[in-house]
């Protein structure tokens, strides 16, 4: 076994460790497939009044401008899938913010698995990326054989679905290199048709300016009207495009116990959402993605969906 090999080994071995779902890697370069489907997709302003998707534009397409003298990009997933879930007749909240906010529980795994590289290989510059910074994680873990773009631009893999998080860490290490997997997707189109405001305009493509999480999260102003009654529910993010995936049959229950819902999330009715107050906002979101959204921004969702 060569040195690159060795290093890789140890790498992927660490993250299963670290309790990721899974690790590839690929050579760090310039996205060229991905080029012009960016340009063209925020010509077409589906971005809404996410400016910051506007930003950086050369940064999303290389990551040897965020990270000098970088070779590799290591790319990690790690389930959120949920035990249980909230009731069907209630007002719902992404499985993804079921728990503490990924960004830091995430983030302390990356420091330990760059810690374990210094202490094994050695001196190794690199930077953590958990959705905070110009990167196309989607892309990369697709390049890096992770799994494939479904229909719905989510990653998507046979055995586990799409209920992951995807993180990287970018090195100035040369490591072996994984390969792109097929698309498994073939013809069905059970996430655009299953949309509430149809925001998956064409495969693999989706508006994020009628996405029911840019309307839930992103956007600050008063919600527009013509989507009034199209939110099937949803206070925060929205899974349908998830739910209804055949291949989210596969999810399995993730064992990360920082992601476990707050005890008394589960047992809301949409009364007590409606009732909420600032001290049970605070007490039930205190560490979750929800408080992006603010206590204003929950109630402002909340009297939309009534």
Not at 202 to 210: A, F, L, Q, R, T
Not at 220 to 246: H, M, N, S, Y
Request: with cysteine; glycine share 6%; charged share 30%.
């Amino acid at each position: 076994m060569n040195l690159k090999e060795k290093y890789t080994k140890q790498i992927k071995d660490e993250a299963k460790r670290l309790g990721f779902m899974s690790c590839g890697i690929s050579k760090a370069g310039f996205l060229e497939e991905e080029a012009p489907r960016l340009e063209k997709w925020l010509k077409n302003n589906m971005n809404g009044k996410m400016q910051y998707m506007e930003n950086h534009f050369d940064k999303r397409l290389d990551p040897r401008l965020l990270v000098d003298d970088s070779k590799s990009v290591i790319s990690l997933l790690l389930n959120y899938y949920p035990e249980e879930q909230q009731n069907d007749d209630t007002y719902k909240i992404s499985k993804y913010a079921y728990g503490q906010d990924y960004h830091h529980v995430i983030k302390g795994k990356l420091r330990k698995l760059q810690e374990f590289i210094s202490e094994e290989i050695g001196e190794v510059s690199g930077r953590a990326f958990v959705d905070s910074a110009p990167v196309l994680d989607k892309a990369w873990a697709a390049k890096s054989g992770l799994g494939w773009i479904g229909k719905h631009s989510n990653l998507l893999t046979q055995k586990v679905g799409s209920f992951y998080f995807i993180a990287e860490l970018i090195l100035d290490l040369d490591l072996e290199y994984d390969h792109a997997v097929t698309d498994h997707c073939g013809s069905c189109t059970a996430c655009i048709d299953a949309c509430p405001t149809q925001a998956i305009v064409e495969p693999c493509v989706v508006n994020g300016s009628k996405c029911i999480s840019y309307f839930t999260i992103e956007l600050k102003d008063e919600l527009p009207l013509e989507v009034k009654g199209k939110f099937d529910d949803w206070a925060f993010g929205c899974d349908v495009c998830q739910d209804v995936c055949p291949w989210n049959r596969f999810s399995k229950p993730h064992n990360e116990p920082l992601f476990n819902p707050h005890p008394d999330l589960l047992s809301l009715t949409k009364k007590d959402w409606e009732e909420i107050t600032e001290d049970v906002f605070r007490k039930v979101f205190q560490k979750s993605a929800v408080k992006r959204t603010k206590y204003a921004g929950l109630n402002r969702n909340i009297g939309f969906l009534k």
